[in-house]
DNA sequence: TGCACTCAGATTGTATACAACAAATTGTAC
DNA sequence: GTACAATTTGTTGTATACAATCTGAGTGCA
């Protein structure tokens, strides 16, 4: 364990460390660990590695059977339907109350954004991230509600776990620019109605897709049942 | 402690007990408390104690200062509008879908169940719970989304350490009534567009009622902020 | 061979001792 | 009496020892 000048406690290290190897790949879902394993790479003793997987079960990314050991959680299929659902309903929300809060400023600067976007539309390669990103993190930014934030956030981490690419697909780029661009032209005009129906329909685009990586791209193998 | 003949962890004993403890208005927000004081109450030791206190400041229940004690959590206004967003969102987006998926059988028992109660109006008395508890549930049921009601399910805890009688307020019942009522019959009718419209109006009625009771009703005094 | 049983190893569950730190208290000088 | 430093007390943070339980291999017996 490399240096500690801020006296945070180990069992937040250990957390972020292990919370790390799994979206790194470096712990494969369904796997079996020890809190001995972590002990001895962390260099810490077992109670704060017990505290960082208690909180990681906590948060779905750890199972734990009594008396029985550690496994990293896979994601099933369904469990994957299910967070797109809450998803489609926050994220809606979230772009219908943006239309009435997001500054005229902010909505200027995703404009110019988007049309850079568009100008560069033939040249560009796709391996930056998805341009819509930034659009999501304004109408967080201006909606700003911590409680939804957590919970999107949380569900980030799980799908990050298995498919940041999944934007990559084929066409999927185009696409999803046109999803944004109908979302931001909705907020643009202070629909929230639209904006919330455009945001939803981007969700649901964007959930085939990765269903679709998920059936299509071998990443099968990490996934339960 | 009594009897544990299931061998359930300690840990788990104690969680229940601290939150039941919290939900009963035993642990008033705000307070000071100690690890060895609980340790001494179930005569257990320090471990489970502390396991049990981390998963309630995950779920928000309680909050640590370092090195300093734990303080049981309150809530602020703040955080019951963000609540109350993500539940008008969730249960808006599982009303719509249940008028899918209720199926003929339910929706019948609800429209009885609505029916008897309107005949009991005039003498029943308030006291009960809110009878629109078991719409929820069916729907829920209905949409059978673990995720969505992992949520849901904390946000009602958390709401129902300050105010389970938010419903009995002058007023609040009949109106109340009258909501359930119309989602209800957007559910007969099928209609998820109107049923996710009827609940998110339901939604926010019962934010109002709430928060007026806890300007109000002197229910201040447990709220931060 | 097949089956039940025992025992050793591994892993988590719990208890407890000690370290690190914060706050309160006390003692002292002025 | 007040300000300030030293000490004492109380609390959480971490390490470690032991208990409980599960797994699996090996053994004995039919």
């Known amino acids: 364990m490399e240096s500690n000048p801020e006296k945070k406690p180990l069992s937040d290290i250990a957390y972020s460390q292990i919370k790390n190897m799994l979206l790194e790949f470096e712990l ?9 394993m972590f002990m001895q790479k962390f260099g810490i003793s077992r109670t704060p590695v017990r505290q960082a997987l208690q909180r990681l079960e906590q948060e779905g990314f750890m199972r734990l059977t009594p008396r029985k050991g550690w496994f990293v959680a896979g994601v099933s299929l369904r469990d ?14 979230a772009a219908r109350l943006a239309a009435e809060l997001l500054t005229q400023e902010v909505l200027g600067e995703l404009n110019d954004y988007m049309e850079k976007i568009s100008n560069q ?14 659009l999501h993190d304004k109408i967080f930014e201006a909606v700003n509600n911590q409680q939804m934030n957590r919970v999107l956030r949380l569900y980030d981490d799980q799908l990050r776990r298995f498919h940041i690419m999944a934007c990559k697909l084929p066409g999927r780029a185009l696409l999803s620019y046109k999803e944004h661009y109908e979302i931001l032209r909705a907020l643009t005009e202070r629909n929230g109605e639209n904006a919330e129906k455009a945001m939803r329909e981007h969700i ?17 193998k990490w996934f339960e049942c």
């Open 121 to 134: 539309e033939q040249t560009k390669d796709v391996d930056e991230f998805d341009p819509g990103d930034i």
């Open 80 to 93: 994957i339907q299910e967070i797109f659902v809450v998803r489609e309903a926050l994220e809606g929300i």
């Open 204 to 220: 649901q685009s964007s959930k085939l897709s990765i269903l679709d990586a998920v059936v299509n791209e071998s990443y099968g």
């Open 28 to 36: 494969h879902p369904g796997s079996a660990v020890t809190e001995i």
